[in-house]
Every structure is written in structure tokens, then in C-alpha cells.
């Protein structure tokens, strides 16, 4: 359990507000402790009133590049008025990385159930066993028989996702969890719509990815992204 004196350190002004702010609403618990530090957010383990873990992923406000995240949200035509204040843009990118949650946890998706969010903060269903979460895709080794039964579990949920028009947008065996049986898909923050003038080529990129490392295991159809284009 993490104490005042250490979230203090480890949190802005805001943050601290946004997470005391959860708890009074009865979401939090408490936080456990970090799960990965990352570039512009911290992913940390807590528990609910009913003790169940929870997911936190808290994205930096004061050391985060928000000029690039400013940069890709203006090109999402469902975010209007942005304010370029730093906190703002932050929360922003928060709350579009949980409207895509909503869309792809709705449409069936294999992922964290998204439960709220409170400006910077992002609160989901924890995806591991006792705090500890299941490994990523890079993190393990599969067989062939494995590698194609994900391969097209994977390629279904991107068929999920864009019968909703969302395309992942940073899909890759860095965001995807495996427990050894089923796959989780994770990191919706590049998520954008059908809309965006760029949504072909965000989705190659994706198609891309999976492509490239699955061919290690066995050989994907040459024409795949051909085809996958034609059927959608
Ligand atoms: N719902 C979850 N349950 C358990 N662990 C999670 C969950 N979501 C994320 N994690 C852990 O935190 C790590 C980082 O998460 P994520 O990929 O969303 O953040 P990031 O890459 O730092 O994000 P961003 O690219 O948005 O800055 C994951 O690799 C995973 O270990
Ligand atoms: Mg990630």
C-alpha cells in the first residue's frame, strides 16, 4: 500500500487530487505499487472496495511530450476545442484512450474492462493474477499451433473494432497481454476513427506488426494485407 508521504512524491498536485478524489467516489481502494513505468504514464496495481485489483494508469502531466499528443488529437475530427494547456491536452488523450475502450470493450473485444476515468487518470480491470500482470506478447514463447489460433483471434478483434470504425492505432506485441491461453488487447490511446484521413495507414501499420511477427512462426499469405483491404 503506498503511503501519503510516497504518493506525494510520485504525484503532481492534480494527480494526487484526481486519485483522493476516485477513492472518496468509492472506485479505489488504495494503490499498490507500479506496474510499469512508462514514458508518459505510470500503470499502477490498487484495489476496489471489494478488493479486487485494478489497473491505474496515470499519465504524466508534467513530463509527458503533450505537444505530439496536441498534434494527434487535432486530427481527430470527435475532439473539438482543444485548449492547448498542458493539463488539459493530458486529460484529453486520457479520455479519448477510454472512449476507445468503451467502443472496443462493447464490440466484444479481447481486453481490460475500461471502469472510469478522472482527468489524467485511467481506472480498468486488472488483467494478472494477484497484482502481477500476465506477460506481453514479446515477453513469451509460443509454438506454431498457438501462433495461429492468436493470429486469428487478434485479427478477429481488429474486425470487431472496425465494424465500430475504430482502428487500434498502435497495435503490436507490446500491447497485447497473453496468459498462456487467450490474448488481451491493451493501450487504446492512438485508437482513431474510420474517419481519420490517415486510418488506412494506421491500420496497415497495425496489420503490419502482426504480420511481421507471426511469420516467424508460420507462413502468413503473402496477399494478407491485399486481402484484408478488399473484405473490409
Ligand atoms: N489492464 C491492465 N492490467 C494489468 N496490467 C496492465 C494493464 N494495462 C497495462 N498494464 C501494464 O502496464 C504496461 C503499460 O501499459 P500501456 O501499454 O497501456 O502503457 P504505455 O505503453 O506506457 O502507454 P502509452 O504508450 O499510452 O504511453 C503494460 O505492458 C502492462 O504490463
Ligand atoms: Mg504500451
Not at 112 to 124: G, S
Not at 125 to 138: H, N, Q, S, T
Request: aromatic share 12%.
Amino acid at each position: 500500500m503506498l503511503s501519503y508521504e510516497v504518493e506525494k512524491k510520485v504525484f503532481s498536485p492534480h494527480t494526487l487530487a484526481n486519485i483522493l478524489k476516485l477513492k472518496s467516489k468509492g472506485i479505489i481502494k488504495y494503490l499498490e505499487g507500479v506496474v510499469k513505468e512508462g514514458k508518459e504514464s505510470v500503470v499502477y496495481s490498487a484495489k476496489d472496495f471489494n478488493d479486487n485489483f485494478l489497473a491505474i494508469k496515470i499519465y504524466r502531466v508534467e513530463h509527458c511530450d503533450f505537444k505530439r499528443m496536441y498534434n494527434l488529437l487535432i486530427t481527430d475530427e470527435r475532439i473539438k476545442n482543444l485548449k492547448k494547456s498542458r493539463y488539459k491536452i493530458v486529460a484529453k488523450w486520457a479520455e479519448r484512450e477510454f472512449d476507445n475502450m468503451k467502443i472496443a470493450y462493447d464490440a466484444g473485444v479481447s481486453m481490460a474492462k475500461p471502469i472510469t476515468f478522472l482527468n489524467n487518470v485511467l481506472v480498468m480491470e486488472f488483467l494478472g493474477i494477484d497484482g502481477k500482470p500476465f506477460p506481453r506478447l514479446c515477453d513469451v514463447k509460443i509454438d506454431e499451433e498457438i501462433a495461429r489460433k492468436l493470429f486469428e483471434e487478434i485479427i478477429d478483434d481488429v474486425k470487431k473494432l472496425l465494424n465500430k470504425e475504430l482502428i487500434h492505432g498502435d497495435l503490436s506485441i507490446f500491447n497485447i497481454l497473453f496468459d498462456g491461453n487467450k490474448h488481451y488487447l491493451i493501450d487504446f490511446s492512438h485508437g482513431v476513427k474510420k474517419s481519420n484521413i490517415l486510418w488506412k495507414s494506421i491500420l496497415k501499420r497495425d496489420l503490419e506488426n502482426l504480420v511481421n511477427y507471426f511469420k516467424k512462426y508460420f507462413e502468413v499469405d503473402n496477399n494478407f494485407l491485399d486481402k484484408f483491404f478488399q473484405e473490409i
